[in-house]
């Protein structure tokens, strides 16, 4: 066996979760499963419907509806790039404690429709988040367009002349390439400077194309891509240095909006075992080759799972401790709430059992 069977790590810090409306039935359903996964930290995203997060007022609201559902994670908040974000709105976003911007180009994902058409017109916003060190979060995508030969096998690599344009212009904005997905993009975010980083799913270090082209609870944006692309993204894992850390995108829909008459809605379920399906990919990855079983140092998983996140956010260090037991769960084929179904990643599939210590 590559891994141990149990590791003891301090709690993650899962820097990138979609929770939804708070008061709501898919959030009472997903928020309480953070911690279940030895998550105690996340990074909240603000992409809500019918109205996203765009003032401080709402996000200390939401967060306050967050807490309400489970007050022992530490929730970072933030706001979604609009045009009612002016650089006043930062100044007050950073005293109330916001941690970032999320910019999403219009037309790229989920609830994208009243997002970024051109960073142009945000000039002084930018500057504004780059004087009071608010991170800018970025969503790494172009939209899909027939015209100019974008389709989401490659609306990541065209974006990143956009992330290389943006840090040239703001050069000490702390930047976020959320959710990577391509060897293109860990090259591109390994040789900008140590404020641009990256976040890392679970998912994306398991699935390929062939993977989501089957199975609609294997979609989301950015869509998994080749096996030189995974390749890549577990080798950023075990050699992240600080650079690249655990976001998850855990990404929660109603099995209705999966599985309905329309298009199928973009996003994997994968916060109630997040570290799970992350050691269950690293383990396929050394037994494919893709990566040494000596580069899985608990070091490894302790910067990864927990503390480069943390730094890059000036979060306070874990104080508390879990363990990972392997085969000490199975994934659940369902999570049931109030008029909603979601269905988790590897539903039914064994997995790490989490004890906090
Ligand atoms: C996310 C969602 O459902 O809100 N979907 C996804 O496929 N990742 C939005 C996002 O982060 O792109
Ligand atoms: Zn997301």
Same mark, same amino acid.
């Given at each position: 066996?590559?891994?141990?069977?149990?590791?003891?790590?301090?709690?993650?810090?899962?820097?990138?979760?979609?929770?939804?409306?708070?008061?709501?039935?898919?959030?009472?359903?997903?928020?309480?499963?953070?911690?279940?996964?030895?998550?105690?930290?996340?990074?909240?995203?603000?992409?809500? &419907?019918?109205?996203?997060?765009?003032? $401080?007022?709402?996000?200390?609201?939401?967060?306050?509806?967050?807490? @309400?559902?489970?007050? @022992?994670?530490?929730? =970072?908040?933030?706001? *979604? =790039?609009?045009?009612?974000?002016?650089?006043?709105?930062?100044?007050?976003? +950073?005293?109330?404690?916001?941690?970032?911007?999320? %910019?999403?180009?219009?037309?790229?994902?989920?609830?994208?429709?009243?997002?970024?058409?051109?960073?142009?017109?945000?000039?002084?916003?930018?500057?504004?988040?780059?004087?009071?060190?608010?991170?800018?979060?970025?969503?790494?995508? $172009?939209?899909?367009?027939?015209?100019?030969?974008?389709?989401?096998?490659?609306?990541?690599?065209?974006?990143?002349? $956009?992330?290389?344009?943006?840090?040239?212009?703001?050069?000490?904005?702390?930047?976020?390439?959320?959710?990577?997905?391509?060897?293109?993009?860990?090259?591109?975010?390994?040789?900008?400077?140590?404020?641009?980083?990256?976040?890392?799913?679970?998912?994306?270090?398991? =699935?390929?194309?062939?993977?989501?082209?089957?199975?609609?609870?294997?979609?989301?944006?950015?869509?998994? +891509?080749?096996?030189?692309?995974?390749?890549?993204?577990?080798?950023?894992?075990?050699?992240?240095?600080?650079?690249?850390?655990?976001?998850?995108?855990?990404?929660?829909?109603?099995?209705?909006?999966? +599985?309905?008459?329309?298009?199928?809605? %973009?996003?994997?379920?994968?916060?109630?075992?997040?570290?799970?399906?992350?050691?269950?990919?690293?383990?396929?990855?050394?037994?494919?080759?893709?990566?040494?079983?000596?580069? $899985?140092?608990?070091?490894?998983? +302790?910067?990864?799972?927990?503390? *480069?996140?943390?730094?890059?956010?000036?979060?306070? =260090? &874990?104080?508390?401790?879990?363990?990972?037991?392997?085969?000490?769960?199975?994934?659940?084929?369902?999570?049931?709430?109030?008029?909603?179904?979601?269905?988790?990643?590897?539903?039914?599939?064994?997995?790490?059992?989490?004890?906090?210590?």
């Amino acid at each position: 066996m590559a891994l141990k069977d149990s590791y003891t790590l301090p709690a993650a810090a899962d820097m990138h979760v979609h929770l939804r409306n708070a008061p709501g039935a898919i959030a009472s359903l997903v928020t309480p499963t953070i911690r279940s996964a030895g998550v105690d930290t996340v990074f909240v995203m603000p992409n809500l &419907a019918p109205r996203p997060v765009v003032s $401080v007022a709402e996000a200390l609201e939401y967060k306050k509806a967050l807490q @309400q559902l489970d007050g @022992q994670v530490n929730y =970072l908040m933030s706001l *979604y =790039l609009h045009e009612s974000v002016t650089p006043d709105v930062i100044r007050e976003a +950073k005293k109330a404690g916001i941690a970032g911007v999320k %910019a999403y180009p219009r037309g790229a994902t989920t609830n994208s429709q009243w997002g970024v058409v051109s960073f142009e017109p945000f000039h002084e916003v930018l500057q504004a988040m780059e004087e009071e060190g608010v991170v800018l979060n970025l969503h790494g995508e $172009v939209p899909s367009s027939s015209a100019d030969g974008v389709t989401v096998m490659n609306a990541e690599e065209r974006f990143l002349p $956009v992330l290389q344009g943006l840090v040239a212009k703001y050069p000490r904005l702390k930047i976020v390439l959320e959710h990577c997905t391509s060897a293109d993009a860990v090259k591109a975010v390994t040789a900008l400077g140590e404020n641009v980083v990256a976040t890392i799913t679970a998912h994306h270090l398991s =699935l390929l194309v062939d993977d989501w082209s089957a199975n609609v609870h294997h979609y989301c944006k950015p869509s998994a +891509k080749s096996p030189e692309d995974r390749r890549a993204l577990l080798n950023a894992v075990v050699t992240s240095n600080g650079k690249f850390f655990l976001g998850t995108d855990s990404a929660p829909h109603d099995i209705t909006s999966k +599985k309905g008459k329309g298009n199928t809605a %973009a996003g994997v379920f994968t916060q109630p075992h997040a570290l799970g399906y992350v050691l269950t990919a690293l383990e396929e990855a050394i037994a494919r080759g893709d990566i040494a079983d000596s580069s $899985v140092t608990e070091d490894v998983l +302790k910067g990864f799972f927990s503390e *480069y996140g943390r730094q890059f956010y000036g979060v306070p =260090l &874990a104080t508390k401790q879990i363990r990972l037991t392997r085969g000490g769960a199975r994934v659940e084929e369902s999570l049931k709430g109030e008029g909603v179904e979601v269905v988790p990643f590897r539903a039914g599939e064994e997995t790490w059992g989490v004890e906090w210590l």
